[in-house]
């Protein structure tokens, strides 16, 4: 019985897995340049070796809220944390719709600023 358990749990995908969350949960905008396209390229392709891995990380959403609050622009930090209470709240968003929101508000303030 212990070895079937052992041969369905692997414990080498597990910390892998922490392992790249843990990258995740370090990005901050400042690592690349407040430009909130590049940090999200970043953490997608760490999100994506984590499901090749081991599926979907549970935690994803969160930790895609935690690196775009991490940003120094008040305005973009209020629209990001406008959308991180709206999911808090029960309105439960997919991380594609996260980026798109985070992208679309990021877009409008570097337009803005041109």
């Not at 995908?13 to 407040?34: F, T």
């Not at 679309?104 to 303030?109: A, G, I, P, R, V």
């Amino acid at each position: 019985m212990l070895k079937t358990i052992f041969d369905r749990v692997n414990p080498t995908i597990k910390i892998g897995v922490e392992r790249l969350e843990e990258k995740i949960r370090s990005i901050r905008l400042s690592d690349h340049n407040q430009d909130v396209s590049l940090m999200l390229n970043a953490i997608q392709e760490l999100h994506n070796e984590t499901s090749y891995q081991d599926g979907p990380l549970a935690r994803y959403e969160s930790l895609l809220f935690r690196a775009l609050l991490s940003g120094t622009n008040i305005e973009f930090k209020n629209a990001m944390q406008q959308k991180k209470d709206d999911w808090d709240d029960v309105t439960m968003f997919i991380h594609n719709e996260i980026k798109s929101a985070a992208l679309q508000k990021y877009n409008t303030l570097v337009e803005r600023r041109n």
